[in-house]
Every structure is written in C-alpha cells, then in structure tokens.
Nanobody, 128 residues
Framework: EVQLQASGGGLVQAGGSLRLSCAASGHTFDDFAIGWFRQAPRKEREAVSFYTSGDDNTYYANSVKGRFTISYDNAKNTVYLQMNSLKPDDTAVYYC?????????????????????WGQGTQVTVSS
C-alpha cells in the first residue's frame, strides 16, 4: 500500500511563495504519476500539477502555469510543488496523490478516478 505524507502549507500574502512536499513510500511500480489536486470550499477537487515517471514529464493546470513548478526527487521518493506569485484564488486544501501503475496514453492524468492513493490535505491560504 502506498503511503503519502504531505507538508508545507500555510498562510501567505498574495505574491508570496510556498513549497509543498509529499513523501511517498510503499510503491514498487516503475510507472507512476504523482502530484497535487486542490479543493477550495464549495468547489470540486481540481488537478494542479503532476509528474509522470514513465516519460519523466510534467503537467500543469492552465491556472498555475508559469507560477508553479513540480519536481520529483527519486532518491527520496518525494515530490515538491514550488508555488510562486500566489493569488487568493490559489487558496484551497492541497492533496498529494499517486496513481500506480500509471498507463501513459491511456489514463487521463487530471482525472481523480485514476488516483487511489491520497495523502492528508494541507491548507494553503493566500490573503489579498
């Protein structure tokens, strides 16, 4: 069973930065997708950013492109999300998730249905 431990949320002013971390353990497959969803009050959970091991590629939602950067440390099995130029609209609970195995070309990386391993949420609050 995959276990995910997320950290790094907090309160920041608009324009500020935060870095989220998520340490994964227990997965043995080579091909996986790992990253972040977020959910704001009264809104559906939405995809934010992901890393896919099969092709060493990254995915970003349009709303965060150019501001957020995802990276994966293979030695630590940890994914990081560097969030810069934060906006009040980025306020949400951020959830780390893993899809393993992740079938490139078949799975929709932004669809929650393909993720069955979730970490606890971490709150990110951006004040205006």
């Amino acid at each position: 069973e995959v276990q995910l431990q997320a950290s790094g949320g907090g309160l920041v002013q608009a324009g500020g930065s935060l870095r989220l971390s998520c340490a994964a353990s227990g997965h043995t497959f080579d091909d996986f997708a790992i990253g972040w969803f977020r959910q704001a009050p009264r809104k559906e959970r939405e995809a934010v950013s992901f890393y896919t091991s099969g092709d060493d590629n990254t995915y970003y939602a349009n709303s965060v492109k150019g501001r957020f950067t995802i990276s994966y440390d293979n030695a630590k099995n940890t994914v990081y999300l560097q969030m810069n130029s934060l906006k009040p609209d980025d306020t949400a609970v951020y959830y780390c998730a893993v899809s393993v195995p992740f079938l490139l070309g078949y799975y929709d990386i932004a669809n929650v249905r393909y993720y069955d391993n979730w970490g606890q949420g971490t709150q990110v609050t951006v004040s205006s």
